[in-house]
């Protein structure tokens, strides 16, 4: 299983980026797929999660109204669009992945994880 996240960068407070996480390896679309990120000296930290279909989707109270999590299951990709960021939105973002959605909303449950992909956010 490999998990690539992308569209990781440095942007200014109040600015937008879109990260994409690239499956393969497993049956993308019966796996639930979450977000996270840890910023340093922290532990990492729900972000969002999304169910098979794409219908359901879970928010840490961080960043809901500014960010959206989203799947195209035909082409293995799970997105987060992020808007209005701050400066604490800055950390390294992963994607995971898990057969469970008990599971997808805590890391130290999740089957599967990228490598992540570094977001700074300039006050």
């Known amino acids: 299983v490999q998990l690539v996240e992308s569209g990781g960068g440095l942007v200014q407070a109040g600015g937008s980026l879109r990260l994409s996480c690239a499956a393969s390896?497993?049956?993308?679309?019966?796996?639930?797929m979450g977000w996270f990120r840890q910023a340093p000296g922290k532990e990492r930290e729900f972000v969002a999660a999304?169910?098979?279909?794409?219908?359901?989707?879970v928010y840490a109270d961080s960043v809901k109204g500014r960010f959206t999590i989203s799947r195209d299951n035909a082409k293995n990709t799970v997105y987060l669009q992020m808007n209005s960021l701050k400066p604490e939105d800055t950390a390294v973002y992963y994607c995971?992945?898990?057969?469970?959605?008990?599971?997808?909303?805590?890391?130290?449950?999740?089957?599967?994880w990228g490598q992540g992909t570094q977001v700074t956010v300039s006050s």
């Open positions: 390896g497993l049956t993308f679309s019966m796996h639930y």
């Open positions: 999304i169910n098979w279909s794409g219908g359901i989707t």
């Open positions: 995971a992945a898990d057969s469970y959605w008990s599971d997808i909303q805590y890391y130290k449950k999740c089957d599967y």
